[in-house]
């Protein structure tokens, strides 16, 4: 903080500055150049990555993210991107799944897995193609839902973020509906078309919404602990 002094001088010598303010004198020292080192340096590039893609992923996933101005889910993101990049990531080698990444969940609780307990599998079978295989199952002893529910709606995303220089290169949407009863849904094969160019890191989501009906309407909980959403897969090439 300024001192205040009895000479009177103004300017600067060495990391001091002399100065007048009313009919007083007063001085401070100029805060010190940190000099950063090549790993701060480091750590600082990642994390602009890490935010940079954060923002573009949850731009192109929005209809799988309930809560898309939540602070702390964006931040947690960006802290999982970084947790990646700082994990020892590759810019040449392929990776299925990502490290951290594969299991971030946009809302806090129970996961898209804990509530819909089937064996969900993302494969890259050709370029620029990904596959959704969702196996037979009996909606009302494979899902945890909340009482009431008739029906579920099921939101599925993949989008795609080049590492180095952060540019969004596409994304796809589809969803997947089905009656919560204990009828037998058939296995299901989607197809998510999106670039698979090297050095693109891949994300394929999934939102969980279920519906009741109320005052002859059919809604959606608002209950957060029904309402799952996050990454079943992450794949970077």
Known sequence: ?????????????????????????????????????????????EFGKASTMGKCFRQQMLPVIPFPSD???????????????????????????VPFVSNFQFTEGYSVRDRWRVDLQVTNPATNMLQLTIPAFVPESRMSAPAGTIRVKCHIAAAGCHVENRQATGGFLTS??????????????????LSTVVGTL??????????FIKNGHLQKTANKAFMPAGVVSAMYF
């Open 202 to 211: 891949v994300l394929t989501a999934i939102s969980l919404e279920f519906l």
């Open 176 to 193: 997947l509906d089905f009656d919560y009863n204990d009828t037998q849904i058939p296995e299901q094969i989607i197809s998510l078309p």
């Open 71 to 97: 602070i702390k889910m964006q931040t947690r993101l960006v802290s999982t991107l970084f947790q990646w990049l700082r994990s020892g990531y590759d810019p040449l080698g392929p990776c299925d799944p």
């Open 1 to 45: 903080m300024p001192s205040q002094i009895n000479v009177q001088l103004t300017g600067r010598i060495q990391n001091i500055v002399f100065y007048k303010r009313g009919d007083k004198y007063y001085a401070r020292t100029l805060p010190q150049k940190v000099k950063q080192t090549k790993g701060t340096k480091k750590r600082a590039t």
